[in-house]
């Protein structure tokens, strides 16, 4: 096993055999049902702690050809699906995490090809002599491979995004990103599936995305996944009966999000309720937290308005189609809503198109966000919009 060629089962292995771990292994049979056609491009986008790391790890345990993989499905609910045993283990998967060649700012200039080379390294050790490696890089060598072998390949992207995060006024660097990618995937035989997950969806340049073969399933757009990610509402009582927690106290605290009228619960601040026993905000601490505290103190258009609004329990009307999916490019509040929708701060109503506050622990966390000169008043705004 390699590190990015076929690296095996023991990521999926821990969160499997974790205190709390919840069935989401449905996932598997339905990102099957793309193998080879052509629609084998997805790229699913989700707030931070909504499990897109965890089913990653699932999908490359499930079908790396290097591993044995069959005790950690056992009795869950892919075990029993008819595409099961046709996948397990029998495909040769490339897993590559992004944010782990970008941990400085620095590396942007030269991850991509690190990127290539760590990859193509290993690809040496699985197919040997099979290949030259030559000015197309990567592709370059798996489609040699391809065409001696016949052997395809599944991808498994995760944090495909962080570029958008780190350099965002980086046009350049954004760009040659966009490119390596489209390079990589689009018709290439070689691709048996493709499958990225990241915070943002894929980055729109006017009218037309650089890899718009990407099949995108969104917070706002979820399409057949809405279940798969994050808690459903019955996971959510299951782990209250377990956990004898008070199911209402849960619920007002981490419900809200709404996807396809199906309510879904961040599943990291769930779990770490359940097992510390304490009502509290689980969020404070990551990267995004900073960009709500950025995009706040923007106030496009009367978004100051807007947040105190919702504060107060209101909803906000939002036009989330003009977004374009970085975290730079914006000309309305309407443009700062949606991110802040796909970051996790606010949900969005699709039938009604408009957003607001999830629960208690996001509203927690724009009052945190507030704290500062630029806000004052904001308490006093909030209470009065309650009265």
């Known amino acids: 096993m390699g590190i990015y060629v076929n690296p095996g089962n023991a990521a999926f292995e821990m969160s499997r055999f974790s205190d709390i771990y919840v069935d989401k292994s449905m996932l598997i049979s339905k990102v099957n049902a793309y193998y080879r ?35 950690l499905f056992r009795g869950l609910k892919i075990s029993n699906d008819s595409s099961y045993s046709k996948h397990l283990n029998k495909h040769t998967v490339i897993r590559l995490d992004i944010q782990k060649f970008l941990f400085r700012e620095s590396h942007l200039s030269i991850f991509i ?11 040496k050790k699985e197919f040997g002599t099979c290949f030259e490696t030559d000015a197309y890089g990567l592709p370059g060598v798996l489609e040699q491979i391809y065409n001696l072998t016949g052997k395809g390949f599944i991808f498994i992207i995760d944090e495909w995004d962080c570029v958008f995060r780190i350099a965002k ?28 997950t990241g915070i943002l969806p894929i980055k729109k340049y006017g009218e037309h995305s650089a890899i718009n073969i990407f099949r995108e399933f969104s917070i706002i757009n979820p399409g057949r996944l809405t279940s798969d ?54 969020w404070t601490g990551t990267e995004t937290y900073e960009a709500l505290k950025i995009y706040m103190d923007m106030n496009y258009d009367g978004l100051k308005e ?58 927690q966390e724009f009052l945190n966000a507030a704290d500062n000169p630029r806000w004052d008043g904001l308490l006093g705004a909030v209470k009065r919009s309650q009265i």
Not at 113 to 123: A, S, T, Y
């Open 37 to 71: 056609t052509e629609k084998r491009y997805l790229c699913v986008s989700r707030p931070r702690r909504f499990g897109k790391s965890m089913a990653a790890n699932m999908l490359c345990a499930y079908y790396s050809c290097r591993c044995d993989s069959g005790h």
């Open 113 to 123: 090809d690190r990127m290539q080379e760590m990859v193509i390294k290993e690809l």
């Open 169 to 196: 006024d980086q046009k350049e660097v954004q760009k040659e990103y966009l490119d390596f990618l489209r390079g990589l995937f689009k018709g290439q035989d070689y691709v048996e599936l493709a499958y990225m």
């Open 229 to 282: 990610f994050g808690f459903t509402e019955d996971e959510v009582k299951d782990l209250c009966k377990t956990y004898r927690m008070d199911f209402e106290k849960v619920n007002y605290w981490y419900d809200g999000y709404l996807l396809n009228d199906m309510h879904i619960y961040n599943p990291m601040a769930v779990t770490e309720c359940m097992e510390s026993g304490d009502f509290q905000s689980y």
């Open 306 to 363: 807007a947040v105190i609004a919702m504060l107060g329990n209101a909803r906000c009307k939002v036009n989330t189609h003009k977004f374009q999916n970085d975290m730079t490019t914006f000309q309305s509040k309407d443009d700062i809503l949606t991110l802040l929708v796909h970051l996790g701060y606010l949900t969005c109503d699709r039938t009604t198109e408009e957003v607001f506050i999830p629960n208690q622990e996001i509203a």
